[in-house]
């Protein structure tokens, strides 16, 4: 039985994180803090209905309308639903050993699931779903795609005991029901990739007990509302069209994990808020239209993974040179296109756990720093489209080992040192342009001050050393 149910288990650890147990097969979260009179069993996957136990019997009508409005008139068959054993429908009896539906799921979500599918012509979500009292988890995958509808309001009107709503890649179309903000005891609600328009409701702010919210790929306009979920620990609105400023109320939500507002139209600065989120691992705020400079409090995001500001014009400004320091922890770096100045800062290459750089598409200049190959564990450093200049400060075994993930064409006098063994391996079509540096002299300027030159480009550049500002500079310029 196992296999059967891994993936659904898969998907769902992936739609909430680890907010689910380590409970076998069930979608039904942790009944913790639940008025519920249902007795408590092991959930195995099947209802496992005791000799003489029987289906609560307006419950069992409901079932019949909700099956029957997806096209799965089969199940009108079954003398009682809850010993239909078919995967997507749970029941659990009370203390009189009558049963009641717990969770119904719909959808294919693997080629090895078997919730029943939906007719994709005729489906809708039948209203005798509040008939269900005791449903914790309501569930519908890829059903009504092909007959678009909106969200049913009167899902508003299912039980307090609801805990998870899934209506995922599901076809809904128009406004999310401001009704939804009255299931309170919502531990999970995911909308992901429907056609939802108009604005996330203000109600939504009701449901405390939130941990999981995805409102990710559909067209929602207007402003993050100023919502504080005290466990939440993932909120995902990528992929939508919200406005104005993120809110500094994010910075209450302080069980934060991942936290992705990517590819929308938020505006402004990043609110300080955000530097006291000490659980949250991914940050991804790329394609946005906020502004910089670049805060410092990112060091403080003591967990932090993964950061993505990618694509926001946050420029022209420098990375601080400080400003990853201490990040043990920080694996993946995505500040592309984001028009930053100045020098790449040496920290960069302390930065232990570092798997992933991009850099790209910005106006980085002077050199790579020496510290970049101290970088052992990147798999993919992306400097390219920038104005760095001088040698490549690589080994032979780095560049063999990012190969075409090592990106560094289309700066201004990039060149490798000779018999380096860099020529034979920079990858001719990702890493072309570059000669090799050919060193002329060393010389003193003024006192203890020594230049190293080198030609590039048919310019001669030289570096001060012992001066605060090492970095290359063309001689013809002085
Ligand atoms: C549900 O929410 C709406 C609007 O948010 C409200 O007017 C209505 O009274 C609520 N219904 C119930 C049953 O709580
Ligand atoms: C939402 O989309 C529907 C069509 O699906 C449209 O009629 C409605 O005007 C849109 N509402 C908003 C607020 O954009
Ligand atoms: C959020 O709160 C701020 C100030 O606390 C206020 O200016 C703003 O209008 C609020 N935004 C929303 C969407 O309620
Ligand atoms: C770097 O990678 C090696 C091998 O994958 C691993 O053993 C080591 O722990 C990694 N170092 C860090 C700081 O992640
Ligand atoms: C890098 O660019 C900044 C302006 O953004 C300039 O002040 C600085 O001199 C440049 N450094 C080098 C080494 O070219
Ligand atoms: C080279 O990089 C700069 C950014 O530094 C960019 O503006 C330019 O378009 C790039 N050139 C090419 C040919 O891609």
Redesign the pocket.
Known sequence: MAPIFSPLLLFLSFLCFFTLGAMPFTVIMSDSGVPSDLVDGPQNGFSMNKDGARTDAREQEAVYDIMRATGNDWATEIPDVCRGRWHGIECKPDKDNVYHVVSLSFGALSDDTAFPTCDPTRSHISPSITKLPYLRTLFFYRCLTYN?QPIPSFLGHLGPTLQTLVLRENGH???IPIELGNLTRLSVLDLHKN?????IPVSLGRITGLRSLDLSGN?L?GSIPNFTFPILSILDLNQNLLMGSIPSSIGACHALIKMDLGHNRLAGPLPDSVGGLKSLMLMDLSYNRLKGPLPMWIRSLISLQTLILKGNQMGPTPIPSDLFDGMKGLMTLILSNMNLHGPLPASLGRLPSLRVLHLDGNNFNGSIPASFRELKNVSELRLNDNVLMGPIPFGREMVWRMRRKLRLYNNSGLCYKSNSGLEDNLDSSFNSGFGTCEYIHIFTLREDRVSLSYTMNNLIWYRIHHSRNSNLRPLTSK
Request: a neutral charge; proline letters at 18%.
């Open positions: 678009p179309v128009g406004p056609n939802l328009n108009g604005s067209t306009t």
